[in-house]
Structure formats: C-alpha cells, structure tokens
T-cell receptor, first 113, second 115 residues
C-alpha cells in the first residue's frame, strides 16, 4: 500500500522567510503527486501537481515543488512567507491506475510577523 | 460559477440517529468522492463513485452508505452503526482521465458533531 509522510505536523516561519514543507512517499513506480492547502473550516484547494513532465512544478501563490525520484520526495517551498500562507498543507499521491488519493497527515504553518 | 457545494455546514447527530450529508457538483465530473478528516490524520477515503448507480468502498466505509442516482449528486449517510462520527467530511469530484492524472476538487466541507 502507498503511504505519504509529511515531516513535521507544525512549522513556524517568520514573515519573509523561506517556507519548506517536506513530503516523502512510498511507491514502486513514479506516481502523480499533489499539494493542497486548507484554510480553517474550509475545503482543500490545489496548489500544484506533478504529472511526470517537468520535475520542478510551479503552483499558485508563489509555491513550487520539486520531484526527486531518487529520494522519493516532493518537498514544497516558497521563497518568502506571507501572513496569508498560514494554513494546513497536505501532500497526496495517486497511482496511474485507480482513483485513490493517499494523503499525508498534514503540516500546519504558522507565520510570525 | 462552477463548483462543489456541501450542506449543511454544521450538522448535529443524536445517538442512534442516521444523518445525511449533501454533495452537489456542477462541474460535469464523472467521479465523486467522500473523505473523512480527523485532526492529525489527513484525509481518509470513505466511498467513491465513477458513474451513476455505481460506487465502491474506500478505506473506512463501515457505518456509512452512499447513493449516486444523478451525475451531479452524491449524498453520504452516516448511520447509527458509525460509533465515532464526529469529524469534518469533505466531498470531492474529478474527471476520469486516461493515464490517471486527474485532479480532485473539493467542496467546503460539513462538520458533524454528536450531541
């Protein structure tokens, strides 16, 4: 079975500092990979997804993620944190066959002024 | 505006009661999904449907039931057999793409609380 590990359930960053959220997956073949963001009491919004084209994927709100097959990782970064980035972030993986998305446990980001 | 709507936003259940959560989409998506979200556990798949009048169990289907009578609607019933129903429930929908690269889009969620 696939699994997704997000290192750190909580991350605190200063406004203007780098945001780095880690995601590792277990899969025997390169899957499709997604990052979603969730604001309090809301649904999930897609930030970006990897579908085997470019390994560096750019998303909305200045976020990007790099797929590294050798490390089975898909870490999310943003060069400069903004107060509006305070939210919970979820990494998810999907096999080519089937509909199932497998989610990591989420990382809550706190942005300090 | 195209999107996914869920109602109600908050729902209270009494002991032994069945409750139904509504999910409607106007994105013309073939597939619809129900997830349960608990703090620190990410999202877990309850049921999904790829076509009208057909659906499959996900990882935690016990105590839940669904129907798919119309393409745009996928209601979830939380039955009295679900002993710990307090959670945030999210509905999603997607196209079905050859190669499997489709994106799931999520509704705003329903928070279910037990009285």
């Amino acid at each position: 079975a696939q699994s997704v590990t997000q290192l750190g359930s909580h991350v605190s960053v200063s406004e203007g500092a780098l945001v780095l959220l880690r995601c590792n997956y277990s899969s025997s073949v390169p899957p499709y990979l997604f990052w979603y963001v969730q604001y309090p009491n809301q649904g999930l919004q897609l930030l970006l997804k990897y579908t085997s084209a470019a390994t560096l994927v750019k998303g909305i709100n200045g976020f990007e993620a790099e797929f590294k097959k050798s490390e089975t990782s898909f870490h999310l970064t943003k060069p400069s944190a903004h107060m509006s980035d305070a939210a919970e972030y979820f990494c998810a993986v999907k096999k080519a066959a089937g509909n199932k998305l497998t989610f990591g446990g989420g990382t809550r980001v706190l942005v300090k002024p | 505006d195209g999107g996914i709507t869920q109602s109600p936003k908050y729902l209270f259940r009494k002991e032994g009661q069945n409750v139904t959560l509504s999910c409607e989409q106007n994105l013309n998506h073939d597939a619809m999904y129900w997830y349960r979200q608990d703090p620190g556990q990410g999202l877990r798949l309850i049921y999904y449907s790829q076509i009208v009048n057909d659906f499959q169990k996900g990882d935690i289907a016990e105590g839940y039931s669904v129907s798919r009578e119309k393409k745009e609607s996928f209601p979830l019933t939380v039955t009295s057999a679900q002993k710990n129903p307090t959670a945030f429930y999210l509905c999603a929908s997607s196209d079905l793409l050859q190669g499997g690269s489709e994106t799931q889009y999520f509704g705003p969620g329903t928070r279910l609380l037990v009285l």
